[in-house]
């Protein structure tokens, strides 16, 4: 089933469940019930726990928002480091610069497949994709400077090395989910709270209250599922790609 396809299952069982239950209360709302009788304070409840819960959601959205955003950035600052070294190994000889230049294409070539695909359904890295980096580490460290223009080049692409080493760590800390259960648990409760105060306001059956109370279920249940499709920046619909490995090496399929 697919992400877009939950979020409309989603949003329609929200709005059914609110005109369902408008509907039955009001079958079994006494005769002589007013609605204008709203008590004030049941209406200053209900405005307090909205904005709260308005809140709430904003700061959940942004704080997923954020995490994809550095999921993104590690991504790229790992294909530019290694683009780095790619490029400034043309100071070598053939033979380390051709050794250097394969090894590199062979980690993107399985970080773009193998490994990309086990951070979408396991969230976690390969052990694989950890020895490739490393024999690139080598290949890179172990070689010995044969004159001063390649010494000059040398530490730049120990640094380039180390950024590509941290990004990757940075990438692997980021495949899981970066909400706690126990956020969840809040924002699921806020959201039952919210839309149930919508009934203490004693809404009827017309059909401009309906509406209104389908949309705003619906509108909290996207909410709801944009920061769950937010939550694992590897895994869902507005995911993190491997598109900066594939725009720096066009030529590596995996």
């Known amino acids: 089933m697919s992400d877009w396809l939950v979020l409309v299952?989603?949003?329609?069982?929200?709005?059914a469940v609110v005109v369902v239950i408008t509907l039955v209360r009001h079958k079994r709302a006494p005769e002589d019930e007013d609605p204008s009788e709203t008590p004030d304070v049941i209406e200053y409840m209900?405005?307090?726990?909205?904005?709260?819960?308005?809140?709430?959601?904003?700061?959940?959205i942004a704080g997923v928002w954020e995490a994809r955003s550095s999921a993104q950035d590690h991504v790229q600052a790992e294909a530019q480091a290694l683009h780095e070294i790619h490029e400034?190994?043309?100071?070598?000889?053939?033979?380390v610069r051709d050794r250097v230049r394969d090894d590199v294409n062979a980690y993107v070539g399985h970080v773009v497949t193998t490994e990309w695909k086990a951070m979408s359904e396991h969230e976690r890295v390969t052990?694989?994709?950890?020895?490739?980096?490393?024999?690139v580490r080598h290949d890179v460290t172990d070689y010995q400077p044969k004159n001063d223009f390649e010494a000059q080049a040398y530490q730049p692409l120990l640094d380039q090395m180390a950024a590509a080493d941290q990004a990757r760590n940075a990438r692997a800390d980021s495949t899981g989910a970066t909400m706690p259960a126990v956020v969840w648990w809040g924002l699921l409760a806020g959201a039952v709270i919210t839309i149930g105060m919508v009934f203490?306001?004693?809404?009827?059956?017309?059909?401009?209250?309906?509406?209104?109370?389908?949309?705003?279920?619906?509108?909290i249940a996207f909410m709801l599922f944009l920061i769950w499709?937010?939550?694992?920046?590897?895994s869902r619909g507005i995911a993190a790609t491997a598109e900066p490995f594939l725009s720096l090496f066009p030529g590596v399929s995996g």
Request: charged share 20%; aromatic share 8%.
């Open 9 to 15: 299952l989603a949003m329609l069982g929200a709005c």
């Open 46 to 60: 209900t405005m307090w726990i909205g904005v709260v819960y308005a809140i709430v959601l904003g700061l959940a």
């Open 88 to 95: 400034r190994v043309r100071v070598y000889p053939p033979d």
């Open 127 to 135: 052990d694989r994709g950890t020895a490739l980096l490393a024999q």
């Open 200 to 219: 203490a306001l004693q809404i009827r059956r017309t059909r401009r209250e309906l509406v209104l109370a389908g949309l705003f279920s619906a509108t």
């Open 229 to 234: 499709d937010l939550d694992a920046p590897y």
